[in-house]
């Protein structure tokens, strides 16, 4: 993995962006969906990114997760420049440094808990790693109070306990990224406010770099820096209080 980039000052940036556009073509017409966005991450810091419906958050958080690809610009998370690896690369960079949330859990309903968290696992684990992997995964399904769950399979749930195991499926293999979007819209209010406080604890204990898609002005105002997207193009709108 190469080295991220560096601020004049030195900061490290987890996360840079430069000049992203993305456009998309259906027959004869062209839509823009972000023009020339420009980000800057550090390592361990949390950001909300914030606007209307249909402003390209969603697609935004593809790019920084290597789902989707600019049409131009400079993309680099994790001393990686996605527009420069192969299939295969980028592939491996999803699966080992980029954790993905999403508003919904998208659990396997045949599977466990535990066996869900435990899917993005089977890639690229040996057998010689297998009881290490599952220990992990049952020390995070305790750590977020499922311990006594993990044999449940999510229509036993409740929809607050399925994010939950969705968030552990997210660190089972350790990434340095956390990407969530519209984690908390699916929730009631109080399980919204309790997976809130989730995210806030595992990111701050564990280092994560959080970049967070969020309509809860709750949610945003817990991470470090908030970002407004209109129009395709990236502002700083409010430093939130974390």
């Given at each position: 993995?190469?080295?991220?980039?560096?601020?004049?000052?030195?900061?490290?940036?987890?996360?840079?962006?430069?000049?992203?556009?993305?456009?998309?073509?259906?027959?004869?017409?062209?839509?823009?969906?972000?023009?020339?966005?420009?980000?800057?991450?550090?390592?361990?810091?949390?950001?909300?990114?914030?606007?209307?419906?249909?402003?390209?958050?969603?697609?935004?958080?593809?790019?920084?997760?290597?789902?989707?690809?600019?049409?131009?610009?400079?993309?680099?998370?994790?001393?990686?420049?996605?527009?420069?690896?192969?299939?295969?690369?980028?592939?491996?960079?999803?699966?080992?440094?980029?954790?993905?949330?999403?508003?919904?859990?998208?659990?396997?309903?045949?599977?466990?808990?535990?066996?869900?968290?435990?899917?993005?696992t089977l890639v690229h684990r040996?057998?010689?790693?297998?009881?290490?992997?599952?220990?992990?995964?049952?020390?995070?399904?305790?750590?977020?109070?499922?311990?006594?769950?993990?044999?449940?399979?999510?229509?036993?749930l409740s929809g607050g306990e399925?994010?939950?195991?969705?968030?552990?499926?997210?660190?089972?293999?350790?990434?340095?990224?956390?990407?969530?979007?519209?984690?908390?819209?699916?929730?009631?209010?109080?399980?919204?406010?309790?997976?809130?406080?989730?995210?806030?604890?595992?990111?701050?204990?564990?280092?994560?770099?959080?970049?967070?898609?969020?309509?809860?002005?709750?949610?945003?105002?817990?991470?470090?820096?908030?970002?407004?997207?209109?129009?395709?193009?990236?502002?700083?709108?409010?430093?939130?209080?974390?």
């Open positions: 993995m190469n080295e991220p980039t560096r601020s004049s000052a030195g900061q490290e940036h987890w996360i840079h962006l430069e000049g992203v556009t993305k456009e998309f073509q259906r027959g004869s017409i062209t839509t823009e969906v972000l023009r020339g966005v420009d980000l800057e991450v550090a390592r361990g810091e949390s950001v909300a990114i914030v606007g209307p419906s249909g402003s390209g958050k969603s697609t935004l958080l593809n790019i920084l997760g290597g789902l989707e690809l600019p049409t131009r610009g400079s993309v680099q998370v994790a001393g990686i420049d996605l527009t420069r690896v192969d299939a295969e690369d980028l592939a491996r960079f999803r699966n080992d440094a980029v954790g993905f949330v999403f508003q919904l859990h998208h659990l396997l309903p045949q599977c466990s808990a535990l066996e869900n968290v435990l899917v993005p040996d057998r010689a790693s297998r009881a290490t992997t599952v220990e992990r995964a049952r020390e995070l399904l305790s750590a977020v109070g499922l311990s006594a769950r993990l044999d449940h399979r999510p229509a036993q399925c994010q939950r195991v969705a968030v552990v499926r997210a660190l089972v293999n350790e990434p340095s990224i956390l990407l969530a979007d519209e984690p908390t819209g699916s929730l009631d209010a109080r399980s919204a406010d309790d997976l809130a406080d989730l995210l806030e604890r595992l990111c701050r204990e564990r280092g994560l770099t959080l970049v967070c898609v969020t309509h809860s002005k709750d949610l945003a105002s817990r991470l470090g820096s908030i970002r407004e997207l209109r129009a395709g193009r990236l502002l700083v709108r409010a430093e939130s209080g974390a």
